[in-house]
Every structure is written in C-alpha cells, then in structure tokens.
C-alpha cells in the first residue's frame, strides 16, 4: 500500500463508524502494536481488517482493549485467564439479554391475561391441581451405632 494513502474502510462498515488503525491505537494505549497482535493471535481482539488487509479498530474493539488493559495492568489476571473472564462476560449479557426479553414477554402476557379474563385462561390450563396442604416429613436422623458389616465373600 503507497505511504500516505488511508486503508479503505471493511466490507459491510456502517456508514458513520470510526475506524482506528494499529499505530493510533497502540500509541493512544501506551502499547507495543505486537502486543496488539498478540491480543488478536489469542484471540481476545479481534479487528476488522481492509480490503489491503490493514487491521482496523472500532470503538468497540476500544472499549474491550480498555477491559484488557485494566485486568493485565490493574488485577494482574494472565492471558488465560482474561479470555475467561471476557468470555463469561460475554455470557452475562446475552443472559441478561434473554431474561430482559423474556421478563417483556410475560409483562405482555400478564397485561393480554388482565384484558382476557386471567380465571377463563386458568380454567383452560392443560395441568390443573386442587390446592394441598403443606405436609411436614421427618427425616430419620442417622443412629450412632456402627452398620453390621457383611460376612466375607467366597466362604459358604
């Protein structure tokens, strides 16, 4: 690629996202750019990459290089061990993401449910049960005696 020439932005970039290039990022960080490679060879990066093959980072690849930093720096967690915490991380909110749509979904429910008649609805249900009462059970408390052993095998 001649000098001086801006890397063309990735297929499919959305028309008013930032794109930063290696060098930028690595001198706005205080880093080496191989340890940005190395980040990408580990997987805990992962920048989206020009039609010449420059890697080029989005605000969101800044922000996860900023949680990298603060637990390499910051908590002295190794590399291994950021790729869990990122990972579970990335649980958390698509978790959180399910729950939050589901917690919708029966708000919907419950508001169709007020508008419907919720007791017809309950009426219908597949699995009815009559109310019980709550039956305490005792467990049997183990006794201190020693278990009769058994009679040695092989012997009749």
Same mark, same amino acid.
């Given at each position: 690629m001649p000098r001086g020439r801006r890397p063309t932005r990735p297929p499919g970039a959305?028309?008013?996202?930032?794109?930063?290039?290696?060098?930028? &990022?690595?001198?706005?960080?205080? !880093?080496? /750019?191989?340890?940005?490679? *190395?980040? +990408?060879?580990?997987?805990?990066?992962?920048?989206?990459?020009?039609?010449?093959?420059?890697?080029?980072?989005?605000?969101?690849?800044?922000?996860?290089?900023?949680?990298?930093?603060?637990?390499?720096?910051?908590?002295?967690?190794?590399?291994?061990?950021?790729?869990?915490? &990122?990972?579970?991380?990335?649980? !958390?909110? /698509?978790?959180?993401?399910? *729950?939050? +749509?589901?917690?919708s979904w029966v708000r919907e429910e419950m508001k169709q449910g007020a508008r419907e008649g919720f007791a017809e609805r309950l009426e219908q249900a597949l699995v009815r049960l009559p109310p019980q009462a709550i039956v305490r059970v005792e467990t049997p408390r183990p006794s201190s005696e020693p278990a009769a052993s058994a009679p040695p095998a092989g012997r009749d």
């Open positions: 959305a028309p008013g996202q930032r794109f930063y290039m290696i060098s930028t &990022l690595a001198q706005s960080y205080g !880093i080496h /750019q191989q340890t940005l490679r *190395m980040y +990408e060879r580990e997987g805990l990066l992962k920048p989206s990459r020009s039609e010449g093959n420059t890697r080029l980072y989005t605000d969101e690849d800044m922000k996860r290089l900023e949680m990298i930093l603060s637990l390499s720096r910051d908590l002295g967690v190794n590399l291994a061990g950021i790729d869990v915490i &990122l990972k579970l991380r990335a649980q !958390i909110e /698509q978790m959180q993401k399910e *729950m939050n +749509e589901f917690v």
